[in-house]
C-alpha cells in the first residue's frame, strides 16, 4: 500500500489544520494507521493512532484532546485534525501503515507516507 501525506503549513498557535493521508494499492480499511512526528534534532515520536476495522483511537498524552484522528473508508484516507496548535507542535508529520494491531512503535509499521511539515508560530 502506497500512502501520500499533505495539509501541512504555517499556523499560529491556537489554530488548527487537518492533516491527510491518502491510501492507494489496497483498501486502508484493515490496516491501523498511525501518525507520528519529528522535530529536528529529536528522535520520531508517536502521536496517535487509529485500529484497523475499528473505531478505536489511541493518543500521545501530549496531543489529547486536542488531536483527533479519523478515517473516511469510502476515500480511504485517514485524517489528523490538530486543534489547538502550540509552537512545540511543530515537526515533520508522518503517517504509517501496518496490518496488525494500533501500536505506538513507530518501528513496527510497514508502510510511510512521505512526511508534511507543520510548522505553529508563536
Known amino acids: 500500500v502506497q500512502l501520500q501525506a499533505s495539509g501541512g503549513g504555517l499556523v499560529q498557535a491556537g489554530g488548527s489544520l487537518r492533516l491527510s493521508c491518502a491510501a492507494s494499492?489496497?483498501?486502508?480499511?484493515?490496516?491501523?494507521v498511525g501518525w507520528f512526528r519529528q522535530a529536528p534534532g529529536k528522535e520520531r515520536e508517536f502521536v496517535g493512532v487509529i485500529a484497523r476495522n475499528s473505531g478505536f483511537n489511541n493518543y500521545a498524552d501530549s496531543v489529547k484532546g486536542r488531536f483527533t484522528i479519523s478515517r473516511d473508508i469510502a476515500k480511504n484516507t485517514v485524517y489528523l485534525q490538530m486543534n489547538s496548535l502550540k509552537p512545540e507542535d511543530t515537526a515533520v508529520y508522518y503517517c504509517a501503515a501496518r496490518s496488525g494491531g494500533p501500536i505506538s512503535r513507530f518501528i513496527n509499521y510497514d508502510y510511510w507516507g512521505q512526511g508534511t511539515q507543520v510548522t505553529v508560530s508563536s
Open positions: 494499492g489496497r483498501s486502508f480499511a484493515s490496516y491501523s
